[in-house]
Structures are given as structure tokens and as C-alpha cells.
């Protein structure tokens, strides 16, 4: 049964109970929750995913429900929990969808240490993954989903969740969260692709969430060999991409700062980190227009030696 319809069925309410399990790339997840607006949210952005109901074992419980007593009804808010736990303040009622999004993905990343996690964008063609491993405000979201529309499978838009056995990329596509100027420019440059409501004055702006294309969903079991690794920067009014090759000591480096759970892994993050290096050609790019860093980065995807 898909997670659409599943979400579909009339009794929705025995959600808040039995709670609904899902797939999210390797991840089996089992969500309880009585928002009727969440669940609406959930069948318009992963519709397609797996779904199931009942006992499975799951590597994340997490409830996404209203806070109890008067901030139930007066100044209405929201709380997450993730194994009867709640990692994080409340939020405003109407954030529930975002806080839900945000706060798997710090289930994910202070839990999943089987994989090495990069904080970078990572996406694939024919078999080879292209990474994109920024800081938060870099543009590394909003070039991802531009490439997701422009003939790359979307991998993720926030993990590069690597193997150590095999040094492949695993998954993990998920509603890609735009903030702030970001939205304007994809609703622009993607006019057709699905964009949910805006959130506005959230804790980090406004913010809306662009649908992964259905086939990255469709195929997010598969993984892809990494290939390019290509640190980006958004820069406001530059015309033209600049790009630099770099050194893979430097590029090593970087990717370092850029990880969750490296220095955790100790030795094994170490070695995994470095068979990454050595498998990819690394640049940085620095760019201001969308179409002309594609243009770009199908260049130098374009049978680029290693």
C-alpha cells in the first residue's frame, strides 16, 4: 500500500494510535499524530513512499501532535518527540509540517552513525553521484532542487549519507526546504514543480517546501557511486559561475568541516572520508544565477576524469 493511500483511508484517526510507518530512503519511520493538516501535507509530498500500518520495527518513533493544556487552544502550538522525548521547544501550531521535517533530520543526524553524514546536497546521473557540501545559507538547497528538475536524480538535499563498506551514497530524498529568497527564485526557475504553502517568521524565516521530483522518490532504495564533490556559494549579483579545481588534501578538509559525525567515527570516518577524496574530483564554486551554475556543473560532470 503507497503512503497516499494509506492516508486516504477513513480511518485516519487510528493514526494517533497505531501510528503510520513509512519509508524514508534507508529508514523505516513510525509517526503517530492527529493533525488532519500534517497528514495532508505528508500524502502531497510522499504519496508514493511505502506505507504500512501496525507493529514494524522502526529505526525512529516520533509523534508530531498539539501541546496539552491551554497551549492547545489559546496561542496553539506544536511538540515533537522522538522516543517520548522532546528535543525540542514547542513550536507554533501552524509549524507543525516544518518542525516534523526538522526534527527527523536531527533524528537522523545524532542517530545514523553507521553512515558517514556530510551536510551537503547530493544528487545522481547515470550511476554517479555529484555532492554538494555547503553551511547552512550557502545555496546548496536551492541549487540541489534546481538540478533534481533539470535531469539529476535528487539523492537529498541535506545528507550525503555514505556507506563505509562500500563508499556508496544512499538516498534519501525528502521534501527540499526552501527559506526566504530561495522561494521566489525556484518558484521562478520551477513553475511547474509542486511548492507547499509558505511558513512565514518561522525560526529560521519563511520557508516553503518544494516536492522531490516522483522518480527520485520511486527510486530512493537505490544507491550511486560518488563522482564530483563541488563545494557552492551563493553570491548575490555574480553573473558568471567562477569554479576552481582543488587539491584533494583541501578538499579532504573541507569535507571534514562539513560532516555531522566525523571526528565520532573516529578511525573508520577517517579512512571512509579519504576513499571519498580519492574517488572524486573536487571544485569550488562560487555563482549568482541557477542556469548558469547548471550550465556549468554539466560541464564538468560531462566526462570528467578523476
Given at each position: 500500500m503507497t503512503l497516499s493511500e494509506l492516508l486516504q483511508a477513513p480511518d485516519r484517526r487510528g493514526l494517533a494510535d497505531n501510528g503510520l510507518v513509512y519509508r524514508s530512503g534507508p529508514f523505516i519511520i513510525a509517526l503517530r499524530t492527529r493533525l488532519a493538516d500534517t497528514l495532508d501535507l505528508l500524502e502531497q509530498f510522499y504519496g508514493p513512499c511505502w506505507a504500512s500500518r501496525g507493529p514494524a520495527v522502526a529505526h525512529f518513533q516520533v509523534e508530531i501532535n498539539s501541546a496539552s493544556g491551554i497551549r492547545r487552544w489559546w496561542r496553539a502550538q506544536a511538540v515533537f518527540?522522538?522516543?517520548?522525548?522532546?528535543?525540542?521547544?514547542?513550536?507554533?501550531?501552524?509549524?507543525?509540517?516544518?518542525?516534523?521535517?526538522?526534527?527527523?533530520?536531527?533524528?537522523?543526524?545524532?542517530?545514523?552513525?553507521?553512515?558517514?553524514?556530510?551536510?551537503?546536497?547530493?544528487?545522481?546521473?547515470?550511476?554517479?553521484?555529484?555532492?554538494?557540501?555547503?553551511m547552512p545559507g550557502a545555496g546548496k538547497s536551492t541549487l540541489s532542487a534546481a538540478l533534481a528538475y533539470r535531469g539529476w536524480r535528487l539523492l537529498s538535499d541535506e545528507f550525503g549519507?555514505?556507506?563505509?563498506?562500500?563508499?556508496?551514497?544512499?538516498?534519501?530524498?525528502?521534501?527540499?526546504?526552501?527559506?526566504?529568497?530561495?522561494?521566489?527564485?525556484?518558484?521562478?526557475?520551477?513553475?511547474?514543480?509542486?511548492?507547499?504553502?509558505?511558513?512565514?517568521?518561522?525560526?529560521?524565516?519563511?520557508?516553503?517546501?518544494?516536492?522531490?521530483?516522483?522518480?527520485?522518490?520511486?527510486?530512493?532504495?537505490?544507491?550511486a557511486q560518488p563522482r564530483w564533490i563541488a563545494f557552492p556559494r551563493f553570491v548575490p549579483g555574480l553573473r558568471r559561475p567562477q569554479l576552481k579545481r582543488l587539491d584533494k588534501s583541501l578538499g579532504f578538509a573541507r569535507l571534514a568541516q562539513n560532516a555531522f559525525?566525523?571526528?565520532?567515527?573516529?578511525?573508520?570516518?577517517?579512512?571512509?572520508?579519504?576513499?571519498?577524496?580519492?574517488?572524486?574530483?573536487?571544485?569550488?564554486m562560487d555563482y549568482g544565477n541557477l542556469a548558469a551554475a547548471i550550465a556549468l556543473i554539466e560541464e564538468i560532470t560531462a566526462d570528467e576524469p578523476c
Open positions: 518527540a522522538l522516543d517520548a522525548l522532546h528535543p525540542f521547544e514547542p513550536f507554533p501550531r501552524e509549524h507543525a509540517f516544518p518542525l516534523l521535517e526538522w526534527g527527523l533530520n536531527w533524528s537522523i543526524a545524532t542517530r545514523a552513525h553507521r553512515y558517514l553524514m556530510l551536510h551537503a546536497g547530493a544528487l545522481e546521473r547515470n550511476g554517479q553521484a555529484l555532492l554538494l557540501p555547503a549519507l555514505i556507506r563505509p563498506t562500500g563508499g556508496d551514497i544512499l538516498p534519501l530524498p525528502r521534501a527540499i526546504p526552501l527559506k526566504n529568497r530561495s522561494i521566489p527564485v525556484i518558484r521562478e526557475f520551477l513553475p511547474d514543480a509542486f511548492l507547499g504553502p509558505v511558513f512565514p517568521k518561522t525560526r529560521k524565516g519563511d520557508v516553503a517546501h518544494l516536492r522531490p521530483p516522483l522518480p527520485s522518490l520511486a527510486r530512493q532504495t537505490e544507491p559525525n566525523y571526528r565520532l567515527l573516529g578511525e573508520g570516518g577517517f579512512m571512509t572520508l579519504v576513499r571519498l577524496v580519492r574517488e572524486c574530483t573536487c571544485f569550488s
